[in-house]
């Protein structure tokens, strides 16, 4: 068998995955997150980049075309920086906005709300030298290095493709204006950067389902592991089942002594079972002296078959007192009627007198 050499077969619990979390252990892709943002950012910039090219030039043709400046102390100059921070920061924070709320929504997709502060937490451990160079030299570590020279050819392919696709455009660059070459680099640096970028969303995608299979596949247990862990959230299984044995057993005792002495059982009529007991000269009101559902009724219905207890289906009345009534409690008061009518009935099939009801009986 696979568990009995230690393997891990079993899937992980709820409280595995819990503690697994809750120590950071997460199936995330840090390259999906950045090939995103990549062409979150380029697209951005296609949306609303114009603005930022717009300022800049005109910025260029104030500092080296303008009025001349005529005063140039330090409130002056306070001002004008201030002039122009504003300018630059309307045309910049709208692309940077967008860039931050890619990278919430993308991390968020992948790990949900997680917050560790311990993670963040200085541990010297983390910057050992010699721990480094293991995970460089470790199997992971190859496999990301290989992972890593796989990237670099796709990019490189791609953005070979991207300027060879528009090499007729390239050359025809000789017979433009220097503005019209500036506008035909920007928009084929966009358009290479997002074929690359796209490529790496697409092999992102490939390591974010690698990433999930591989941990899903760490966090499987072995028997064993399930056991321990079931044996320290609710205790030893065999002492639980012994635990439950006896206190059905007690059950079973205490019906045993208190369904003979009761005068009927109601039912309802298979789920429900209530065993009523009155005795005039002791009692106020009717009490119940056992009640139960599935197998403990149907246990009152044999002791009250082999005691000679009558049985009666009263489905309303045995529900009531189910519900509202605890075992060697009175019934209430709202509930003295139906009693009294059921006990009459039974008196009448015995040949009994009929006891005086209770004196407060509605």
Known sequence: MPDQNGEKTQDPTPHRRRKAREEGQVAQSQDLASAVLLVGAVLTLMWVGRRVVDFLALHARRQLGGEPWLEADAEFFVAYFHATAWELAKSLLPILGAVLLMAVVVNLAQVGFLFLPQ?????????????????????????????????????????????????????????????????????????????IGSALVVLALVDYAFQRWKFEQDLKMTTEEVRDEMRNLIGDPQILSRRRAVQRQLVLNRLSSAVPKADVVVTNPTELAVAIQYDIEKMAAPIVVAKGAGIVARRIRELALQNGVPIVERKPLAQALYKDVEINHPIPQRLYAAVAELLAYVYQLQGKPMPKPPSNAA
């Open 119 to 195: 993670q963040v937490t200085p541990d010297i451990s983390r910057i050992s030298p010699l721990k480094g160079l293991k995970r460089i030299f470790s199997i992971t570590g190859m496999v990301r290095l290989g992972l890593g020279l796989f990237k670099i050819l796709i990019v490189g392919a791609v953005g070979l493709w991207s300027l060879y696709d528009e090499r007729a455009a390239v050359l025809a660059m000789i017979e433009l204006s220097v503005p019209q070459v500036a506008t035909h680099l920007i928009h084929l640096l966009l358009h290479t950067t997002l074929w």
